[in-house]
Nanobody
């Protein structure tokens, strides 16, 4: 079992950047596919990005393509989400997640993930 903790959220102006980090404990993060999701008040949890166990494959939600980058830092046992050109509509709680089984192929839906962090808030002001 892996325990995930997000950090790096905060308040930033539109056009700015933030770097979120998902730290793993209890297991090595490279053993898991890791996804980032976000949820704004009153809205469903939305897929943001995911990275394969090897790090060789990444997937992004349409709303963040070209602005966000997901990457592994195996030395620190983390998966990071670099967010650039932030928009007001990026405001949300951001969560990282991992599946219990590598055979779970549901990459872009919440059903593909069993372990979730507690979330970190990102607020983008105009």
């Amino acid at each position: 079992q892996v325990h995930l903790v997000e950090s790096g959220g905060g308040l930033v102006q539109a056009g700015g950047s933030l770097r979120l980090s998902c730290a793993a404990s209890g297991s090595t993060v490279s053993n898991y596919r890791v996804g980032w999701f976000r949820q704004a008040p009153g809205k469903e949890r939305e897929f943001v990005a995911a990275i394969s166990r090897s790090g060789g494959s990444t997937v992004y939600g349409d709303s963040v393509k070209g602005r966000f980058t997901i990457a592994r830092d195996n030395a620190k046992n983390t998966v990071n989400l670099e967010m650039n050109s932030l928009k007001v509509e990026d405001t949300a709680a951001y969560y990282c997640a991992a599946p219990r089984s590598p055979s779970n192929a549901a990459v872009v839906t919440t059903t593909g993930y069993d372990y979730w962090g507690q979330g970190t808030q990102v607020t983008v002001s105009s």
